[in-house]
């Protein structure tokens, strides 16, 4: 079993809560499938277009400790005769297609999913039952939830808009919005950046600069996705080192993919994007204990993640919870753009 902490019910429409597993490393909608309707805990991604469930008929180890979309169960599922492998950053799935209804946020509507029949063991540490994929591409095949959406008239404003919470918050109103934002969640205005030009689909923007301390790395113009489908933020091996220059304590680990940081560090993190610097809380970056006595590993970690081969990655940096839980985030599918409110850190956090 798998613990979920759900957040309070929402009121807005078309709007829906965002549950979490208490370590701030997944977070998920409830999503029904089919007729009758199944239930299925959802991965919120941002990062990907492809929305999928595990299958009644998968074998794997995975399956057996999740809720599964039984196929056979549903009187308006129609099967598809085409198949697709997806390779994430941990692990990966075969899916076959298929079209069926789908109930959430105040929507029911048909969409293109895929029915996992396979799928690697990296999904135990998870207690998502799928992925809602919330990239946008008008040529992604299969096409995306956000497409299906707007093919279908169903969004009064084409965007949507994402705030996550901390499990040590204890707040538990996280919530997605789609067709408009949650002005409740912040006071303010929502600062935008363009899509960058190579963008292929993915939310991704262009960075201004980064670092510790007011200190800046020289990292200006890099790509940067943001992602809510991964727990961490992920910076190319040369940007990484840049950006921990400005942190005289920080020390590199034997793999070269992590660094480690005093675990009493209380300074913050600092992005800038469109000229406006956001702050993640050492509350978010300093993460568990390192090798070292004393110190703890960085949620910053040195890896170019982007991309399962040399010839898919994109030298990209991946902006994933750590960064998000820090701002209301709004993805504008219309004007191409993503935008961002950087929150106030709890007193009990500060």
Not at 163 to 183: K, M, P, Y
Not at 189 to 206: E, F, K, N, R
Request: hydrophobic share 35%.
């Amino acid at each position: 079993s798998y613990s979920i902490i759900p957040s309070a019910a929402t009121t807005l429409p078309h709007s829906a809560p965002i549950g979490q597993d208490g370590r701030d490393f997944s977070y998920m909608v409830t999503m029904k499938f089919g007729s009758p309707a199944q239930e299925m805990n959802m991965l919120l991604d941002t990062g990907a277009t492809t929305t999928w469930v595990m299958g009644g008929d998968c074998p794997d180890m995975a399956c057996t400790h999740h809720n599964l979309f039984e196929e056979a169960q549903s009187s308006t599922l129609k099967k598809l005769n085409t198949g697709l492998n997806v390779v994430y950053g941990t692990g990966k799935v075969s899916l076959t297609m298929a079209t069926d209804t789908v109930e959430v946020a105040g929507y029911k509507l048909p969409i293109q999913f895929g029915v996992g029949h396979k799928v690697t063991d990296t999904f135990m540490s998870y207690p998502m039952d799928g992925i809602l994929g919330l990239a946008y591409s008008p040529t992604a095949d299969p096409p995306s939830f956000i497409g299906a959406l707007m093919d279908g008239g169903l969004l009064k404003s084409p965007i949507f808009g994402v705030n996550l919470h901390r499990g040590a918050d204890e707040t538990n109103d996280g919530s997605i919005v789609f067709g408009a934002v949650d002005s409740s969640k912040f006071s303010g205005d929502i600062t935008y950046g363009a899509l960058h030009a190579s963008h292929d689909g993915h939310w991704m923007i262009t960075s201004g600069d980064a670092g510790f301390d007011g200190k800046k790395a020289g990292l200006s113009g890099k790509k940067v996705i943001i992602d809510s489908g991964t727990s961490y933020c992920f910076l190319p091996p040369d940007d990484a080192k840049k950006f921990y220059s400005t942190f005289p304590d920080a020390i590199i680990a034997e793999n070269g993919e992590s660094y480690s940081v005093p675990c009493d560090t209380t300074t913050p993190a600092q992005f800038e994007f469109d000229g406006v610097m956001y702050e993640v809380s050492a509350k978010d970056w300093v993460g568990g204990p390192a090798k070292e006595s004393g110190r703890c590993t960085s949620n910053f970690f040195s890896r170019d993640a982007t991309g399962s081969t040399p010839e898919t990655k994109l030298n990209a940096w991946l902006m994933g919870d750590t960064f998000l839980k820090n701002v209301y985030a709004v993805f504008d599918v219309g004007q191409q753009r993503v935008g961002a409110f950087h929150l106030p850190i709890p007193c009990a956090l500060c």
